[in-house]
């Protein structure tokens, strides 16, 4: 089964400081893998996605991810972290109609 | 261009009465998600809907809960018979009509986007 796992309920980071947050996933074939945020009472939107290609994905926010294949990883990555990040990230794969998502992972950045 | 529009944002049931929760997609989008979102449980899939099919509903419960999709108009979702546990963000997405995009199997890498969700309270 296409899964994804994401092994931090919450990460603390300090405005200004890099952020990571994590992803693992489990597929067979070639993997599609996705990152959306979750603020407070809204929706969840859309950051960025790996189909093929460059393995460091570009997305909303200034966000990226690196898709590791060897550590089967997927992580979200930030250089400079804002206040305003401070949200539900949720890591997702598609198996095989609509995508999976990972239990989520709570970002929190502290002035 | 709007967005997937959900209505109600908020719903407020009694204990044994139905919950209808509405959904459009983004224009010129035809396959239809929803997601329910408990407290403390992530974001689960229940059903994934074109036009007047489903295509999979492996996350729906059996009993209470249907969904469609009609030719005209939005998809819905019923609950029927509310009970407390059913409280919860229920969220519907939309994606292209995959048949326009290259395959190489049933999910073509394809974005899905997201309403702003329905919260229903069972009280």
């Known amino acids: 089964a296409q899964s994804v796992a994401q092994p931090e309920d919450q990460v603390n980071v300090a405005e200004g400081n890099p952020l990571t947050v994590k992803c693992t996933y489990s597929?067979?074939?070639?993997?599609?893998l996705f990152w959306y945020v979750q603020y407070p009472n809204r929706g969840l939107q859309f950051l960025l996605k790996?189909?093929?290609?460059?393995?460091l994905v570009k997305g909303s926010y200034g966000f990226e991810a690196e898709f590791n294949k060897s550590q089967t990883s997927f992580h979200l990555k930030k250089p400079s972290a804002l206040v305003s990040d401070s949200a539900l990230y949720f890591c997702a794969v598609p198996p095989p109609y609509a995508l999976n998502f990972g239990k989520g992972t709570s970002l929190l950045v502290t002035p | 261009n709007a967005g997937v529009m959900q209505n109600p944002r908020h719903l407020v049931r009694r204990r044994g009465q139905e919950a209808r929760l509405r959904c459009s997609p983004m224009k010129g989008h035809s396959h239809v998600y929803w997601y329910r979102q408990l407290p403390e449980e992530g974001l689960k899939f229940m059903v994934y809907l074109q036009k007047e099919n489903i295509i999979d509903e492996s996350g729906m419960p059996k009993e209470r809960f249907s969904a469609e999709f009609p030719k005209e108009g939005p998809s819905i979702l019923r609950i029927q018979q509310v009970v407390r546990g059913d409280s919860a963000a229920y969220f519907c997405a939309s994606s292209q009509d995959i048949l326009n995009q290259v395959q190489t199997g049933p999910y073509s890498g394809n974005t899905i986007y997201f309403g702003e969700g329905s919260w229903l309270t069972v009280v």
């Open positions: 790996y189909i093929t290609g460059d393995n």
């Open positions: 597929v067979s074939g070639n993997p599609y």
